[in-house]
């Protein structure tokens, strides 16, 4: 069973259709990216499959479940994070705060995804008592990964968590990505950075004009050369 | 110098009492998004609620006044529920006027009930301390003492609890919020019982330390909203700050302009900070 399930997606804004029959098949455990030229509408699949864009037609399935148009905060309690590309931390909020507003929907003791989310990211452990504000974009996309994994999810959704890093930060953020894949949680990314994202994927789709041109596996669609021509620069 | 440090003294007790109201009505906008303008009525209703009690019960108005806090946060909570809870989705603006509408109700509601006449805790002369050249009454030092207190509560919610933490997130950032699960309406109706139990309390002082009055909540509205932008819309802390300064400001200024003109005082902090500082002292939402 897969672990989310998007069939013949129609959303967007005001009647106006940005996702025009998407498909998307997140399995367990998996990386899965998805890349596309701006306005491809890569952003709002997700924020359609969240809960946050209307869907006209279509059905989202979450291990099984029908979950299409479900609000946000079912979501949530149904185990899916959802990190969005701008403002996706409590910038007046310190570090500490933020992460256990994360967890907020699930209360009870939070040590141990504190823990967890402290051996991901040591550094957040370290300014803990600092406010998300003032920190850098590399340590606030940190901080908003770790508020997402304070629900334990099975599935983690992020919208270009590496916009605006640098080349460094983008490998860390990868290898970061990488271990908290490995925690057997399945994520769901769009990447601007689309080589280094296939390149680490278990699978990719390419999404243009809100419909799919291509899907495979990450490496494959790296050596398709219609796809490296048209959508990753040559 | 004797003067100054006495308007002082009363520029901290009306700025205590202004604070308590800036808190809720920073607190409602910065989780809702839209300008309370029935915050001052909420005010005098809580003081009219003490009042009640006091009569009633033949109880002093300092066992009254949580009773009045309670009964507010709930009158607040009701409100939200049965007038803004249905139009939240609408233009802020619209929020806005249906809050002056509640503003209009709660004064003619005490109108109706209490008369429009001066009325007053305690009948009699309370006796004045004078601390050298001083003038300190009895209630003036009850009045901060409980002020203090209720800031220290409202600091220890915010920065200790759960439903506090997820308030301060709602005020950050709504978006986030909504994603990250937190119960919006929970939060909001948390919100108004607090920002409704504060105003009560700011009431009640103002109503101990002058008279009380149909339109007694309506007039410091003013100073209050100069208060909350002052210290940053949306920041509580920010408007305890913005609180004691108006209150000061509008006490001070009688020492060079008639005492008349005190709301003007406030109305010029206001605009001023608009023009040259418009997120406020602490940088707020606007």
Excluded at chain 2, 232 to 244: E, F, K, N, Q, S
């Amino acid at each position: 069973m897969a672990l989310l399930e998007a069939q013949d997606l129609y959303a967007g804004y005001g009647g106006v259709d940005i996702l025009r029959g998407t498909h998307l098949h997140v399995e367990s455990q998996d990386i899965v990216v998805i890349v596309g030229p701006n306005g491809a509408g890569k952003s709002t699949a997700m924020k359609a499959i969240f809960g946050l864009v209307p869907i006209r037609q279509g059905h989202v399935y979450y291990q099984g479940s029908d979950i299409t148009r479900e609000p946000p905060e079912r979501m949530v309690g149904r185990g899916i994070a959802y990190v969005p590309q701008e403002a996706n931390v409590f910038a007046s909020l310190t570090v500490l705060e933020n992460l256990e507003l994360g967890a907020y929907s699930v209360p009870g003791d939070m040590t141990a995804r504190l823990d967890k989310v402290f051996s991901i990211f040591p550094r957040l452990k370290e300014r803990r008592r600092q406010p998300a504000g003032v920190m850098s974009g590399g340590e606030r996309q940190m901080v908003a990964m770790g508020r997402a994994l304070m629900i334990d999810p099975q599935l983690l959704m992020l919208d270009e968590p590496t916009a605006g890093l640098s080349p460094r930060l983008i490998d860390e953020t990868f290898e970061r990505i990488q271990d908290i894949n490995h925690l057997g949680i399945g994520v769901l990314m769009v990447e601007q950075n689309a080589r280094q994202a296939l390149a680490i994927a278990d699978r990719g789709y390419v999404l243009a004009t809100g419909e799919n041109r291509y899907h495979d596996t990450g490496p494959a669609l790296l050596a398709n050369p219609e796809v490296a021509a048209m959508f990753l620069g040559g | 110098m004797v003067e100054f440090i006495q308007l002082l003294i009363n520029g901290i007790l009306l700025g205590s009492i202004l604070a308590l109201g800036a808190i809720g009505a920073t607190m409602i906008f910065g989780v809702l998004r839209f300008a309370h303008f029935a915050h001052g009525d909420l005010m005098a209703v809580g003081a009219y609620f003490a009042l009640a009690v006091v009569t009633i019960f033949n109880l002093p108005v300092l066992v009254a006044l949580p009773v009045a806090m309670v009964l507010t946060a709930a009158l607040a909570v009701g409100i939200d529920q049965v007038v803004y809870r249905r139009i939240r989705r609408v233009q802020p603006v619209i929020l806005l006027i249906s809050s002056f509408a509640t503003a209009l109700i709660l004064r003619s509601l005490i109108q109706m009930i209490w008369g429009s006449s001066n009325q007053v805790y305690a009948t009699g002369i309370q006796m004045p301390w004078r601390l050298g050249p001083f003038v300190l009454k009895p209630d003036h030092l009850l009045i901060f003492a409980a002020a203090t207190g209720l800031v220290v509560l409202v600091h220890v919610f915010l920065t200790r609890s759960r439903m506090g933490k997820a308030m301060r997130a709602m005020s950050d950032n709504m978006n986030l919020a909504l994603i990250t699960g937190i119960p919006a309406n929970r939060v909001i109706m948390w919100t108004w019982a607090i920002g409704g139990a504060l105003a009560a309390a700011a009431g009640v002082f103002l109503g101990m330390d002058t008279r009380l009055h149909p339109v007694m909540g309506w007039t410091l509205l003013l100073p209050i909203f100069a208060a909350t932008i002052l210290g940053g819309i949306g920041r509580p802390y920010g408007a305890i700050l913005g609180g004691l300064v108006i209150g000061c400001a509008m006490e001070l200024s009688t020492l060079v302009i008639p005492g008349s003109y005190k709301p003007a005082v406030a109305f010029a902090i206001m605009v001023v900070t608009l023009i040259f500082r418009p997120q406020g002292i602490i940088k707020g939402a606007a």
